[in-house]
């Protein structure tokens, strides 16, 4: 990898890379002039297209995990890793399919919502208080270990790069992704992740196809080599049993509970155009993830006579190998794009729940737009320090992080939505024990060596905790919630 120690060669990298900050930061200009409200900040006043929207979804989900963490998991353990991209692919459709619609519908309905946590306090009228405490909580906790995900990921990729040390590399680019977030919100990251999304899937395709037409073997002989090498990478069910694969399926019920996925449902302008925005959305998602699966296929074979000392970094390893700096250069800035896109999309939603549901709940109830906007901002950095404090440990990886919070926020959340949307008798005290269940069962459950997945354990806590205290607290039932399925219900 002769261009890590070429000085010109970086020099072209990191011409390349400011370019594309200096784009995002127009974005972010662009976002902060048309920010005016504080329902432009968090969830840019509900006017977001189709395409825009499925591209925002498709970009804030995948994060560094995409071209770093996913990559870096088919190298290391091979093709069974399939099972995780086949959950997803198949939890993202559902989520898209069954709550996408009903959601935007009902959060308009129930007092124009614009956080899941000003959404649950509305629909089950939580006067206590106790269920927007404990969602608050939750979100901060498992929202600060995923945004240190992303911070690890372009920690790790500028480090290896430019050859700085790891810190350095963490504080400039935490610096970088927050950036144009802190200045325009929702509106910035929406207006960056269209053209972040499409350049993501075309180095998710032209990379594979690039190596393998370049390469003296084709795919099939890729295939064969990496069999002769080792025939259990190639096996798509080494190692695995019947609750190994269904573990790896359980990823995809994380998407019924993600608040930075979710959100983006009610932002979509018009509710009719979401089935539009759905086919956009998991067309993006299969190819990008086939794509960045194969990259670290290829990786195995071409890395064969000298493994990586860090597998999550064998996308931009190969690329030093083949390309010229330049193109390095737009390859890094794709990484870039799918780690600025998740981080902002979590920052926001994580802020954005400390300033509505804690600070104007709490502490000014009467609070200004201006005000609001910029308590938001302050909650931004005071995130940013936390989550860097965690991605200080340089052991961490990038799919680990993303593990841990994605199971927190989808055992947490995901039954209590499915449930608020679809069932009436859904309580406020059913909702409180669903939320707690699943944070704690998803903490608990990953500390057992015999569950290969600690979402699934956590995700049917919380279905059934929920099932057994909204039986038990019926009359804290809303008595307006038969009008709202009724609209609901007549809307669909």
């Known amino acids: 990898m002769e261009f890590l120690q070429n000085t010109d060669g970086n020099i072209f990298i990191a011409i ?18 048309n920010t005016k409200t504080f329902s432009d900040y968090i969830l840019g006043s509900r006017k977001l297209g189709p395409v825009v929207g499925a591209m925002n979804v498709g970009a804030s989900d995948m994060s560094s995990w995409l071209l770093m963490g996913l990559p870096g998991a088919f190298y290391m353990y091979g093709i069974n890793q399939i099972w995780i991209v086949v959950g997803l692919v198949a939890g993202s459709y559902c989520s898209w399919k069954f709550i996408a619609k009903r959601l935007r519908r009902y959060t308009e309905i129930s007092g124009d919502s614009l956080t899941i946590t ?16 404990s969602t608050l909580i939750v979100i901060i906790f498992f929202f600060t270990i995923y945004i240190a995900a992303g911070f690890v990921g372009s920690a790790k990729l ?6 700085v040390p790891y810190m350095t590399a963490l504080i400039v680019s935490a610096v970088a992704i927050v950036s144009y977030a802190l200045l325009g919100g929702f509106l910035a990251v929406s207006y960056a992740d269209l053209f972040q999304g499409i350049l993501i899937l075309c180095v998710l395709i032209f990379v594979p196809v690039y190596i393998v037409g370049k390469s003296d073997l084709s795919l099939s002989d890729h295939v064969m080599q990496t069999i002769a090498m080792n025939p259990t990478h ?4 080494y190692n695995l049993d019947f609750i190994g694969i269904l573990g790896f399926f359980a990823w995809g019920l994380g998407y019924f509970g993600q608040p930075h996925i979710i959100s983006k449902y009610m932002a979509i302008q018009d509710p009719n155009r979401i089935d539009l925005a759905r086919k956009i ?10 794509g960045a699966s194969v990259i670290g296929l290829l990786g195995y074979v071409y890395f064969a006579n000298a493994p990586l000392s860090e597998p999550e970094t064998v996308f931009i390893a190969m690329s030093h190998s083949i390309f010229h700096p330049i193109i390095i250069g737009v390859l890094i800035a794709a990484i870039l794009s799918a780690t600025m ?19 104007r709940h709490f502490f000014r109830k009467n609070a200004t737009n201006r005000e609001m906007l910029i308590v938001t901002r302050m909650w931004v950095v005071i995130v940013v320090l936390v989550a860097m404090v ?21 055992a947490s959340f995901g039954p209590v939505v499915l449930l608020a949307l679809f069932w009436k008798k859904t309580t406020r005290g059913g909702a409180f024990a669903g939320v707690v269940s699943g944070a704690l069962g998803a ?16 995700f049917l806590l919380s279905l059934l905790m929920i099932f057994i205290v909204s039986l038990m607290t019926q009359k804290q039932v809303p008595s307006k919630v038969n009008a709202e399925f009724k609209q609901l219900n007549d809307a669909a």
């Open 118 to 133: 000003s959404f649950f306090e509305s629909r089950f009228e939580d006067k206590t208080r106790m269920l927007n405490i």
């Open 281 to 290: 959305c998991i067309s993006w998602m299969a190819i990008s993830m086939i």
């Open 341 to 359: 896109s998740t981080t902002n999309a979590q920052i926001i939603i994580c802020c954005s729940a400390l300033s509505q549901d804690f600070y």
């Open 443 to 458: 903490i608990i459950f990953s500390k057992l060596s015999f569950i290969s997945y600690e979402i699934l354990p956590a």
């Open 16 to 33: 390349t890379v400011a370019i594309y900050m200096t784009g995002l930061m127009y974005l972010g200009w662009r976002g902060f002039r």
């Open 390 to 410: 965690i991605a200080a440990d340089q052991s961490s990886t990038v799919l680990g992080l993303v593990a841990k919070a994605w199971a927190g926020l989808g």
């Open 158 to 163: 500028f480090s290896v790069i430019f050859e």
């Open 234 to 237: 190639a096996d798509p069910f």
